[in-house]
T-cell receptor
């Protein structure tokens, strides 16, 4: 069955430090991959997506993610974290087939940023 | 502006009292979905619709109903809400042949 694992439930970093959020997926075919961010009390905002092509994708707010097929991973990175990046981050796999269309989400990683 | 609009944003209700959460999109997307978000579980799909009058169950459909009478609207109906349906609900729309979803702002439902 398809699944998405985000191993880290909570991460705390200092402002200005680098960040890497891990995401592993289980899916037989080439996946559509997404990272969403949810700020407190807000909806979901798409940070970046991977469909095909270059395995390093750039997103909004200075985020990037790298697709590694051999490791079934799609880790999110940012070189220097800002206090406004404190939020919950969700990795997702998009499934599209005959008669269905859905996203499988990981459980999320809550990021705290220390000044 | 392209958007998915859910109403209400917050709702407190009592067990057994029927309620409807509305969802509307202005992007002419074929696919629409409902998800619920629970701590430690991420988001899980409740129901989806591939087009008008075409709906199907997602991963957690029990206790919910949906309808798709118009392309832009996809209401979520809880005919007899129970406390275990207390959750944050998101509506999403997706273009045909795509999996990138556009989400509404969410509806926080509390059933007491």
């Amino acid at each position: 069955a398809q699944s998405v694992t985000q191993p880290d439930i909570h991460i705390t970093v200092s402002e200005g430090a680098s960040l890497e959020l891990r995401c592993n997926y289980s899916y037989g075919a080439t996946p559509y991959l997404f990272w969403y961010v949810q700020s407190p009390g807000q909806g979901l905002q798409l940070l970046l997506k991977y469909f095909s092509g270059d395995t390093l994708v750039q997103g909004i707010k200075g985020f990037e993610a790298e697709f590694k097929r051999s490791q079934s991973s799609f880790n999110l990175r940012k070189p220097s974290v800002h206090w406004s990046d404190a939020a919950e981050y969700f990795c997702a796999v998009g499934l599209l087939g005959g008669g269905y269309n859905k996203l499988i989400f990981g459980a999320g990683t809550r990021l705290a940023v220390h000044p | 502006e392209a958007q998915v609009t859910q109403n209400p944003r917050y709702l407190i209700t009592v067990t057994g009292k029927k309620l409807t959460v509305t969802c509307s999109q202005n992007m002419n997307h074929e696919y629409m979905s409902w998800y619920r978000q629970d701590p430690g579980l991420g988001l899980r799909q409740i129901y989806y619709s591939m087009n008008v009058e075409v709906t199907d169950k997602g991963d957690v459909p029990e206790g919910y109903k949906v309808s798709r009478k118009e392309k832009r609207n996809f209401p979520l109906i809880l005919e007899s809400p129970s406390p275990n349906q207390t959750s944050l609900y998101f509506c999403a729309s997706t273009r045909l042949g795509n999996t990138e979803a556009f989400f509404g702002q969410g509806t926080r439902l509390t059933v007491v």
